[in-house]
């Protein structure tokens, strides 16, 4: 033992520094291989890859590396087996492999290390760093599987902490909990990354995990540069994979950021997930599918589409050790059913519905209270804010009733008394849901305004 180490620490330490050193020393054998194994590619195809190859299991790492070329090998993962031969699905360019190339199991599952080092990085969908120069230290850190198993359901505890966002739409009508699931569904030219990043700016979070699945490229450096200031961008980690990556990193990103969601999460701290979107996720997952020989289902997606959806998800809520407060993005195909959207509303503990026709009235954020609901809001907020928001909405909808009347000239005032009410108060409900979402709204002015508009003569 080093005594000049042991004579100036106590007892104590000394025991707990022998215990930690311990069980790094296993968790370093526990990943060490006694025996390597090796096979080779059969064959190759533009998302999939066929080896023979012993001793491996789903969700190991494998390598791939020519003799004769100088390039960093290319990683796998296998993903199912056809009899005596493994399927993979590379974690990158599949350029340069060829049948009877050389391949090793590594004979270990994707990990990323997590830890405060990662605040205010750029990661690709597999945790690397994308931006080159010297990072954080890594001290404190630790391994998480990217792959890992949700929380048991006994083990959760109980969701009761209102969770403000600075968006008066969502803190009057749909209030959320702190370790909530949320949706955000959305067509295009809706407003939804304004949306997502006002939500990001407005609620208080320890750190905040961005994944950015099957995005534009430029919209990367746009989000980062335009919408998160630089306090906001420092307690942030982002990960990208853009709509030019493999299938199987884009899939990887949404798990990936996940991981790194837990790790940040541990000792109470409160972390707020965000990943765009769902449906470039299930798309993803739709290639390597049908690639694998899956049969297409509903809309053309496969089975293990709808199995990876709830073990992503899961993964985020309260927890005995912090909270995940996850919103998911969700592009609508269509107006009328859409499988991801369906199943996310059913997976999901509240959906925020972005309307295209308020959008093209310059509402914004264009929420669409009737069509939008938070399982939750009840057990956060007192009984006058719930009859308050639920008179709101009766309003609301008394008026999207008589729209056509009113745009055709038709309507009598007099004729029924809550119709009238609902047309005097359509401007104040107007002007409550309408903000700039720049400038977060304050909870006692929503509350404020909320009260104004359904109560006040």
């Not at 090796?38 to 390598?63: D, N």
């Not at 899939?251 to 950021?257: E, I, M, N, Q």
Request: hydrophobic share 45%; with cysteine; charged share 20%.
């Amino acid at each position: 033992m080093n005594t000049a180490w042991s004579a100036g620490a106590a007892p104590g330490d000394t025991d707990e520094r022998l215990t930690a050193w311990a069980c790094r020393a296993q968790a370093r054998l526990a990943r060490a291989q006694a025996v390597a194994c090796h096979g080779r590619v059969e064959s190759v195809s533009a998302t999939l890859i066929v080896a023979i190859l012993p001793r491996c299991a789903i969700g190991h790492l494998c390598e791939l590396q020519a003799s004769d070329s100088p390039a960093p090998p290319i990683l796998a993962e296998v993903i199912g087996f056809d009899g005596q031969r493994v399927l993979l699905a590379p974690l990158g360019s599949i350029e340069g492999i060829a049948p009877r190339m050389p391949i090793r199991a590594l004979g270990v599952p994707h990990s990323v290390r997590v830890g405060p080092h990662l605040l205010g990085q750029l990661l690709d969908g597999f945790g690397r760093p994308m931006r080159p120069g010297p990072t954080a230290s890594a001290a404190g850190s630790t391994f998480r599987r990217v792959l890992a198993a949700p929380p048991p359901a006994a083990d959760r505890p109980s969701t009761h902490k209102r969770l403000v966002t600075g968006v008066r739409a969502v803190d009057a009508l749909l209030t959320l909990a702190r370790g909530q699931r949320v949706g955000l569904f959305a067509g295009p030219g809706c407003g939804k990354t304004t949306l997502l990043a006002a939500l990001a700016r407005g609620i208080d979070a320890d750190a905040i995990v961005f994944a950015l699945v099957g995005e534009r490229g430029r919209e990367l450096n746009a989000l980062l540069e335009r919408e998160l200031p630089a306090e906001l961008a420092g307690r942030t980690v982002t990960v990208c994979a853009t709509s030019d990556t493999t299938p199987m990193e884009r899939v990887r990103a949404a798990f990936t950021a996940t991981a790194i969601a837990e790790g940040l999460s541990e000792d109470g701290k409160h972390v707020l997930l965000l990943v765009d979107s769902l449906t470039r996720l299930a798309r993803a997952q739709r290639e390597i599918g049908l690639a694998s020989n899956e049969p297409p289902g509903r809309s053309g997606y496969p089975s293990s589409v709808y199995a990876m959806l709830p073990r992503l998800v899961e993964r985020a809520g309260d927890r005995n050790d912090g909270s995940i407060t996850g919103i998911y993005t969700v592009l609508t195909e269509t107006e009328h059913s859409d499988a991801i959207g369906d199943e996310a509303k059913s997976l999901l503990d509240a959906h925020i519905v972005l309307s295209r026709k308020f959008a093209e009235r310059g509402q914004f954020p264009a929420v669409d209270i009737i069509a939008s609901q938070s399982r939750l809001m009840p057990n956060v907020v007192t009984d006058p804010h719930l009859r308050a928001a639920e008179r709101a909405r009766r309003l609301w909808s008394c008026h999207a009733n008589l729209e056509w009347l009113l745009a055709l000239g038709q309507y009598e005032p007099g004729q029924d008394a809550a119709a009238d009410e609902a047309i005097a108060r359509h401007p104040r409900l107007v002007d409550l849901l309408r903000q700039d979402t720049r400038i977060p709204a304050l909870w006692e002015n929503t509350l404020e305004r909320l009260h104004a508009a359904v109560d006040e003569p």
